[in-house]
Each structure stands twice: as C-alpha cells, then as structure tokens.
C-alpha cells in the first residue's frame, strides 16, 4: 500500500469547465475526507465519507460540487462550471474509524482556473 | 462553533535551535485528541505528534514535543535541535464534536536559518 493517491496532480481548466478528480485511499481505511486549501490558509472540510456513504457536507460545498465514493473504495470530486474561484488545493486523506487517529492525507491536486 | 487559532503566521529559528509554535482551541468536551501536521513546500501533509486530552504527560516523537494545557486550552508544539528539513507549514488540528472530522487551525510557516 503507498498510501493516499491522487489524481491528476495538477489541474488547469478555463472558466466554466467541468472537472474531476480522483483520490484512493488506504484500502483498510474505511473513513474518506476532502478539504480545501488556499494559499497560505489551513484546509478547509468539504466532505466525508464512511464507506460509501455520504454522511456530511460542509456548507462551502455548493451545488457545483459534487463526491461520490462508489463501493467504498476510491472516490471522486467534481466541479461543474468552474469559476476563478474554485482555484485552490483539493486534499484527499483517509482513516480507520473516527478522527482519533488523525488522517492520512494525500498530495492534493492543484486546481487553476483561468 | 469550534475554533482552532495559531497566532503565529511566521516564525523563524536558527538551525539547531529549539522553536515553540502554539495553538489555542475552543471546545466543550472533556475527552478528545489534538494534532500537530507538517505540510513541506509542494508536498503532502503528515502528521507529527497527536496528544489524547485524558492523558496528563505531554507527548514526545523524537525532537518533537508538546506542551498539552488542557485548562488554558493550549496546546504547543516544541521542536528542538532544529533542522533544515524542518522548514514547511505547520497546522494544528482538533477533530469537531463526536470526532466526526479534523478542524485546522490557520497555519504557522518556520523558517530554519542555517
């Protein structure tokens, strides 16, 4: 297992555009979370996942956003209609259980939108 | 809501130097964990010392440690004999009621001077 993987590292897309990424988790780990995060700012909760469930999403997550962790294993984030502001880190991490443990998070892909 | 603050945006130390990096939280519980992650330029973020609130003795990884004051809700990391490698972002997090997820604090940049 190397840990959390995501994909693609970095993302450039014009206004407007739709984009997903990719994050896999550790496989034992049955707790998936995105974050957010700016220049220069702590991340910031999207959502999470307990196995395939869904069971929060944080009110920055607008109707543009959309997760889903099919069969619990890897899951997906997309954006439709990408605006200048959705520019920023999108950090994957996993866990066994509940926060505890503490995460383990991936490289986050870097979205641009120009 | 619960809150995480580090007060410090930058702080800087001579190599082989020991620097205090501190964080304050806000919390109702009695029982919890508080984090500590290191986040390298263009790199992932991993996790350096986690601390359980129902233990009295600060933890201690190697040349990291924590100075844990449950009362004051302060909770500080320590790095001594610092080192090159040292220099990256660092966050301190604590997991929002019923540990559901992580809540990160704004963030201090350490500089190390050689």
């Known amino acids: 297992d190397t840990g959390v993987s995501q994909n693609p590292r970095h993302k450039i897309t014009k206004r407007g555009q739709n984009v997903t990424f990719r994050c896999d988790p550790i496989?034992?780990?049955?707790?998936l979370y995105w974050y957010r995060q700016t220049l220069g700012q702590g991340p910031e909760f999207l959502t999470y996942?307990?196995?395939?469930?869904?069971?929060?999403k944080s009110r920055l997550l607008s109707d543009r956003f959309s997760a889903e962790r099919p069969k619990g294993s890897f899951s997906t984030l997309e954006i439709q209609r990408t605006e200048q502001g959705d520019s920023a880190m999108y950090l994957c991490a996993s866990s066994l259980g509940g926060s505890g443990q503490g995460y383990t998070f991936g490289s986050g892909t870097r979205l641009t939108v120009v | 809501a619960q809150t995480v603050t580090q007060s410090q945006p930058e702080m800087s130390v001579q190599e082989a130097e020991t620097v205090t990096l501190s964080c304050t939280y806000d919390?109702?519980?009695?029982?919890?964990?508080l984090f500590w992650y290191k986040q390298p330029p263009s790199r992932q973020m991993i996790l350096v010392i986690r601390?359980?609130?129902?233990?009295?003795q600060n933890a201690t990884e190697n040349r990291f440690s924590v100075n844990f004051q449950k009362a004051a809700k302060s909770f500080s990391l320590k790095i001594s004999d610092s080192q090159l490698g040292d220099a990256a972002m660092y966050f301190c997090a604590y997991p929002e009621w019923g540990a559901q997820k992580l809540v990160f604090g704004q963030g201090t940049r350490l500089t190390i001077n050689p």
């Open positions: 601390q359980e609130a129902y233990k009295q």
């Open positions: 496989s034992e780990h049955n707790r």
């Open positions: 996942f307990q196995n395939e469930a869904q069971l929060e």
């Open positions: 919390t109702s519980e009695s029982d919890y964990y």
